[in-house]
């Protein structure tokens, strides 16, 4: 059978899955298969996310296809975000702009080009980014640690036994609070920062405003569903 990694629903209630073998899409009890010789860049499709227009985009790596109605297109990433670039993760803001994380820094996507946003965000290799309620980017430096971004206000926190260096997920519920799934053991790193301005060090955020949970799940694909059980938070991510 095929290994599923990616689970999200679009904007018509379908349900959507990315494996090792394209991506599966359930909708009114029917299922569809898309691979490659459907018009995806690869068979080995990571992850799927939909943006509020329900198109589709479908990554692994360095291979990503947007889905739009029926029409499939094909992005060459080193071409557009430079040689050995790998994608990590999409988000889309409150406008409907859509910005990616890479290995190479973080790109805004619009009208099928790349721009780089390397005057709002150094460039570096991430591997997660997110949005919270408020406007403010969370970023995961591979190896490194997290940033927060919100106009020329950044902070970092450098990877520690509480902050992951590698911050494989980072999801933004309805109460604001950042969970990071990361290299910290079985644990899931729960952020609240609402009562710490931009430039708070890192020691207060981690003795005040760090609270470590058990994984509910070594699964990645259920990890999305298993947040729902902390104090009904609703994901906005």
């Not at 290299?183 to 470590?212: F, K, M, R, W, Y």
Request: with cysteine; aromatic share 12%.
């Amino acid at each position: 059978g095929n290994a599923w990694l990616c689970a999200t629903v679009d904007t018509a209630g379908g349900i959507w899955f990315a494996g090792d073998n394209g991506i599966a899409n359930f909708n009114n009890g029917t299922w569809k298969h898309y691979t490659a010789s459907s018009g995806l860049a690869t068979d080995y499709c990571s992850t799927v996310f939909i943006d509020s227009k329900n198109v589709k985009y479908v990554f692994y790596s360095t291979e990503l296809t947007t889905i739009k109605d029926t029409v499939f297109k094909k992005y060459d990433l080193w071409k557009s975000m430079g040689d050995g670039a790998r994608l990590s993760q999409i988000v889309e803001d409150k406008n409907g702009d859509i910005y990616m994380a890479a290995s190479t820094g973080v790109y805004m996507f619009a009208n099928d080009k790349f721009v780089s946003q390397a005057s709002r965000f150094a460039k570096l290799a991430y591997q997660s980014i997110a949005i919270d309620t408020n406007g403010t980017f969370w970023l995961g430096e591979t190896y490194k640690g997290l940033h927060r971004v919100k106009g020329t206000l950044k902070t970092f926190y450098p990877g520690s036994d509480t902050i992951p260096s590698q911050a494989f997920k980072i999801i933004v519920d309805k109460y604001n609070r950042k969970m990071v799934i990361g290299n910290i053991g079985a644990q899931v790193l729960v952020i609240d920062d609402s009562e710490l301005p931009l430039n708070t060090a890192t020691s207060e955020v981690v003795a005040e405003n760090i609270a470590l949970y058990p994984n509910p799940c070594t699964d990645i694909l259920r990890i999305d569903a298993a947040y729902r059980n902390f104090s009904d938070a609703e994901i906005i991510d």
